[in-house]
């Protein structure tokens, strides 16, 4: 292969593996925690169901773009208890990511306000480059490998995190790639390394009375070698629980608005937009991330005390409308008198 077909090809690996971090940034994180820690699976109740798209730097032609399919659900007579799964495609130029894992969690009730969840997923991607997508110097453009090859390389991954929880407060911490598995490609070898991410957050109700206001600050902190650390920070305001927006910074990196609102109790769809504070900002008019999600509870199951309790109140329901009855049949009466 000729000099300039390995820039083609070194390029394409040298952002996605050296530069760049292996796992997408997410600006919505906050309205799905399952995409970065599988201990949070099983902290509502219930399903959730959440897809998730990214279109990052738009104006760059074959700029990333992320689609993330996700959802856990917990087991009714086990409710500490929540399996879940991930599909995901990435691309990145000529790179092309696609891949799925399956996540278990168990949770423990630490005390009256606190849980702690631990949670492990496991899975597989495969990555492929079409060499023949590419755009040659003129003077190589009838090369053959120009126009038939593809790079295939396939990769097994694991993840595990921890996720402390009450009402009001949360601290995940999570850990993605741990294997650390080697990508094997025909000419060139990659590496997945180890993705780091500590949050933390807190709700703090502004109005006691009605509690219709609440405002969640929070931080998130990525640690992935050799890449630098990156932090950011979010301020979201909800509204009824139904209705909420939000701002966040990533250092030396973004600025973004965040819309969202709860439709049919059910669904909910949360939109940011990221404005780029680097250099970049004169390339790209920014990018734009969605999220849709579904949610449904479980109904409670009710115990022997609730069961007698459900008894005695239709008994005396039943008694007040015989009551009822009786006194209206007799108001006709005297009526008739």
């Known amino acids: 292969m000729k000099l300039k077909q390995y820039i083609v090809v070194g390029f394409c690996l040298l952002v996605a593996f050296t530069f760049a971090q292996q796992q997408t940034l997410f600006t919505n994180f906050i309205n799905n925690p399952f995409i970065y820690n599988p201990a949070y699976a099983g902290v509502f109740p219930g399903q959730e169901y959440s897809l998730q798209y990214r279109q990052q730097w738009s104006g760059f032609e074959n700029a990333p773009r992320t689609a993330y399919a996700n959802g856990y659900g917990t087991f009714k007579k086990k409710p500490y208890m929540a399996i879940g799964g991930t599909l995901m495609n990435d691309r990145v130029g000529l790179l092309n990511q696609t891949g799925f894992s399956a996540a278990y969690a168990y949770h423990l009730k630490i005390n009256k306000n606190y849980k702690l969840g631990f949670g492990v997923s496991a899975g597989a991607a495969q990555y492929n480059i079409k060499i023949y997508d590419a755009v040659p110097y003129p003077t190589d453009i009838d090369d053959p490998f120009l126009r038939s090859n593809i790079l295939n390389a396939n990769v097994f991954d694991g993840n595990a995190g921890l996720y402390l929880y009450s009402n009001k407060f949360f601290f995940s911490f999570s850990s993605l790639s741990l294997i650390s598995s080697r990508i094997n490609w025909s000419n060139t070898k990659g590496k997945l390394t180890a993705h780091n991410y500590v949050a933390t957050g807190y709700n703090f109700t502004l109005d006691k009375k009605k509690k219709e206001w609440v405002l969640q600050p929070s931080i998130l902190a990525r640690f992935n070698a050799p890449a630098p650390y990156q932090i950011e920070g979010n301020l979201k305001l909800t509204y009824k629980n139904s209705y909420w927006i939000g701002f966040n910074y990533r250092h030396n990196a973004s600025m973004s608005g965040m819309i969202g609102a709860t439709i049919l109790e059910q669904f909910s769809i949360a939109y940011a937009y990221d404005y780029t504070t680097t250099q970049l900002q004169n390339y790209s008019t920014g990018s734009h991330e969605i999220v849709l999600r579904f949610s449904k509870a479980h109904k409670k199951r009710?115990?022997?005390?609730?069961?007698?309790?459900?008894?005695?109140?239709?008994?005396?329901?039943?008694?007040?409308?015989?009551?009822?009855?009786?006194?209206?049949?007799?108001?006709?009466?005297?009526?008739?008198?």
């Open 302 to 337: 009710k115990t022997v005390t609730d069961k007698v309790l459900d008894a005695d109140e239709e008994e005396f329901n039943n008694i007040d409308n015989s009551i009822k009855t009786n006194l209206k049949n007799k108001k006709a009466e005297d009526e008739k008198k």
